[in-house]
């Protein structure tokens, strides 16, 4: 059984930057069958996907365009976990940040985060 | 980004209804349409995969169906624990794109 734990600091303030991390158990993280999510939820704007970090012989990531030059997803064999970096956050990145396993499906997720930006 | 459009927004409805959420994409998707389920505090649920195939432990009232741009997920028979709020992705295109989703609420 799949099992994400999710980690990191909840309440920052603006221009600082959002920390988390999502340790996995029951797979790898060098898996060549999945992919490795960020998520985040607002009722501002929704379910919003923000990246993911994939093993295919070597290691690729992708982001979404709205956080690209922000955002830094990392794997972490050693730990068998990835981490998610989010530089000069402001109140609108205020939101419930999850991990989730998935290719093209989301099958697995962290419990989920709130992370607060205020000053 | 293909953008996902759910209807309705919310819906009241009894225990034994049987119930109709859609979806409609701003261009095709093609297969690769996904259905979710949230409760209050919880992580969304993987339902149906890939239009119309049950996710493993998914009660076989939950069904899925579509292709192109329009599909539809349906519960044959409301049970209480099916009171949530219910999302549609596409994972046809990166980025994979939510609906806004749809609340099922008791009548």
């Known amino acids: 059984q799949v099992q994400l734990q999710q980690s990191g600091q909840g309440l920052l303030k603006p221009s600082q930057t959002l920390s988390l991390t999502c340790a996995i158990s029951g797979d790898s993280v060098s898996s060549n069958r999945a992919a490795w999510n960020w998520i985040r939820q607002s009722p501002s704007r929704g379910l919003e996907w923000l990246g993911r970090?994939?093993?295919?012989?070597?290691?690729?990531?992708d982001y979404a365009v709205s956080v690209k030059s922000r955002i830094t997803i990392n794997p972490d064999t050693s730990k068998n976990q990835f981490s998610l970096q989010l530089n000069s956050v402001t109140p609108e990145d205020t939101a419930v940040y999850y991990c989730a396993r998935g290719r093209s499906n989301f099958d697995y997720w962290g419990q989920g985060t709130l992370v607060t930006v205020s000053s | 980004d293909i953008q996902m459009t759910q209807s309705p927004s919310s819906l009241s409805a009894s225990v034994g209804d049987r119930v109709t959420i859609t979806c409609r994409a701003s261009q095709s998707s093609s297969s690769y349409l996904n259905w979710y389920q949230q409760k209050p505090g919880k992580a969304p649920n993987l339902l149906i995969f890939?239009?119309?195939s049950l996710q493993s432990g998914v009660p076989s009232r939950f069904s899925g169906s579509g292709s192109g741009t329009d599909f539809t997920l349906t519960i044959s028979s409301l049970q209480p624990e099916d009171f949530a709020t219910y999302y549609c992705q596409q994972s046809y295109s990166t980025p994979p794109t939510f609906g806004q989703g749809t609340k099922v609420e008791i009548k």
């Open positions: 890939d239009v119309s």
């Open positions: 970090t994939y093993y295919r012989s070597k290691w690729y990531n």
